[in-house]
């Protein structure tokens, strides 16, 4: 199977992975007392409502992709740096239960069939992989975003540590952290490089043997 084809298979998995991760957000700002996504038709499990055309088409290409972000507005928070914080975890704390879940389905059926891995059929190692893929993806995400780059959620999950001045210089480079972040994308592809990769592939591999057993 090409990779195209491969990735049109994988797309309404991706869809929904980074749905759920953007949802997520929303939707703890929203608890927190930011309506901002509300008001903009964010809360939502439609895909359609998170898609990003050039995320999309960055999926395609260099296999690296993103939604549209929420948007979210620190001051309707009684506490700006801690609920921003919270709203920033919420993300990659959804595809991380996500993976857990979706761990424990893949780990219930090798149990029940122990063999369905090498010597199922077709059609059931074809769902087992996509099963996994999910695992992975989700673990993929949550790591990625977790980086402290701003913007990045691991960014902002740091700046509820600091404090109040270190917190507004940090989050204030936001657009020179976004640039440095395109950058290492196009380097990385333009040289065939897995810096972003080489970067969260050690603990990724880490949470997908706890929760699988198996390693890429």
Do not use: C
């Amino acid at each position: 199977m090409s990779t195209f084809a491969t990735l049109l298979i994988q797309l309404p998995i991706l869809l929904l992975t980074i749905t759920i991760h953007e949802f997520s957000h929303g939707m703890v700002a929203y608890l927190l007392g930011d309506d901002t996504a509300k008001k903009a038709g964010r809360l939502t499990l439609n895909p359609i409502s998170h898609i990003d055309p050039l995320g999309l088409i960055m999926l395609f290409i260099a296999r690296i992709g993103w939604a549209k972000p929420v948007p979210i507005n620190p001051y309707n928070f009684n506490n700006m740096k801690r609920d921003m914080a919270l709203s920033a975890a919420a993300g990659p704390g959804a595809n991380f239960v996500m993976a857990i879940i979706l761990s424990l389905i893949f780990n219930t059926i090798k149990a029940a069939n122990p063999g369905i891995i090498y010597y199922g059929s077709p059609v059931a190692q074809f769902w087992l992989s996509m099963l996994l893929y999910s695992i992975l993806i989700n673990l993929a995400l949550g790591l990625f975003n977790l980086i402290p780059i701003p913007p990045m959620d691991g960014s902002k999950i740091l700046g509820g540590f600091l404090s109040d001045r270190a917190y507004y210089r940090y989050t204030a480079r936001e657009r020179q952290g976004a640039q440095i972040l395109i950058i290492i994308l196009v380097i990385s592809f333009v040289f065939r490089l897995n810096i972003i990769g080489s970067i969260i592939m050690p603990p990724l591999n880490f949470f997908l043997k706890l929760l699988t057993g198996i390693t890429l």
